[in-house]
């Protein structure tokens, strides 16, 4: 391509809200724009960078035998009625209805279309396994889109769903995908870790989070160095201590005047906040009960989404609540809740608590605790279960080492479905007795655009993006210095035709602009191999610069051509 005649434009200033490298740099590149809040589209050079990791998804897919397909991406309601996934899914479902005020939405994600196919199409157990994929525009409407690319309302996504026998059969297809996975992000250049993942609204059993590590990834990880545990923050369990000894105390009502917070109430009383409990007041919608009340220890964090489990609801029907608006139903007292006194209200307790003696918890009483409270005889739980979210130096759940924590963006999940979908939907095959048994299936994600902007997060410095030649939009560019200058323009344009028939993608800056200005914007688009033609070229000499590295080294244009095919083989 020649850039005198390519569409693009570089930014020198991008609005206020690009706050990471990656939003920042695509923009600056001219990479992607946007439309409106978390709506983006590629320009040029981005959509030639998504199409590389499109296709080299799509060989690692093949590779594994999947088999792509393309569904659009308007979904019927009643097929998410069938699943209940209709209500539970929530405000992030993109909804609209037809002219006839039929219900649609825009597919977030593609589980019940694609059993649907299945059930229809597929009887025989000689017809499976299956694995279909395809790549495809998707709609979330994130409560907070944000970081560009990262987290938008319409995204690119690869989703696989295969379909087993049964148990063993999902096994092997998890695995597969498992090691596609990594292949995958190994070639685009991330350095990334597999963790296990909490299975979230999509339900099943066990799942992997693939997280490309970077200070700005919305994903926390917690990994132990003593043992291979690796799980992201919300998923990682937590071993409770062995139960106390101590003999059960009798219960003490205190005064304690305008201790409305844990750490106030245990200064007030000269205790360590481990020997307090804390609430967390809820209210929650579509239930049968309105209100939930959490208690933990003191110095513990809530983990939401264990509560959310822990409580088999979704996501977007619980928020906390106003304790001045509940107090009149439940009996609860801004800063002083304990789980004595409380009524309609669902108790969730911590698992840690029921082994734990005499804590110091809310009378339910304004200025009031309690001593000495004691689960089981003072108290029980609706529901027990591990609520805390784990933290740096936490014993790890798998062999109580301390773990570390570290930060990645999720490029990618794989989960083991189970039969939660095809039983619902009713995806039966005949096995070899012609009985009927339910297929198992599993569900396989990648963000394709969000890992665009992964790999930018993590392959870019001062002067702007540095691609992997795997997924950079040209292999390289030829920069003439002094376009006026006969010599440099004969010597430019012969290596460009020669890279061209070797197959070599590549950019000619032919631009009458200054050669300060071609090589910012070089720099900031981040083709990886850049090659100055100027002063030398009467004597064959060029430039040769590696956009990761300073220096450059002057060869002769063969030479040039020779390293810059080896590079891109190399990549291949
Ligand atoms: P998140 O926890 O980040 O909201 P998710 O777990 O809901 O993501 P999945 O349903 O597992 O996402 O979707 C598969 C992949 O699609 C994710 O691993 C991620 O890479 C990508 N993805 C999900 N939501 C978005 C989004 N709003 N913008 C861009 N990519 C996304
Ligand atoms: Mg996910």
Known sequence: MRMSQMYFKTLREVPAEAEIPSHIWLLRAGMIRKLVSGVYGFMPLGRRSLLKIEEIVREEMNAKGAQEILMSAICPAELWQETGRWQAYGPEMWRLKDRNQREFCLGPTHEEIFTDIIRNEVDSYRQLPLNLYQIQTKYRDEKRPRFGLMRSREFIMKDAYSFDRDREGLDKSYQEMYDAYEKVFTRCGLSFRAVEA???AIGGSDSHEFTALS????SEIVYCESCDMAAT??????SDAAPSEEAMLPMKEVHTPG?????????YLGLKEEQTCKALLFQVDGQEYKYAAAFLRGDRELNMTKLINALKIPEHAIEFADENAMHEETGCVGGFTGPMGLRNCKLIVDS???GARNLCAGACKADHHVLNVNYGRDYKADVVADLKLIGDGDPCPCCGAPVKMTRGIEVGQVFKLGTKYSEAMHAYYKDENQQEKVIVMGCYGIGVSRTLAAIVEQHHDEDG???PMSVAPYHAIITIVNPKDEAQLALGEALYQELQAAKVEVLLDDRQERPGVKFKDADLIGIPVRVNVGKKAGEGLVEFKLRAEKGTVEMTAPEAAAEIRRLVEESR
């Open 198 to 200: 909490d299975t979230g």
């Open 215 to 218: 200070e700005y990834g919305e």
């Open 233 to 238: 923050r919300e998923r990682a369990g937590f």
């Open 259 to 267: 201790t409305k917070t844990i750490a106030a109430v245990a200064e």
């Open 352 to 354: 840690e608590l029921v």
């Open 465 to 467: 993006i540095i691609w």
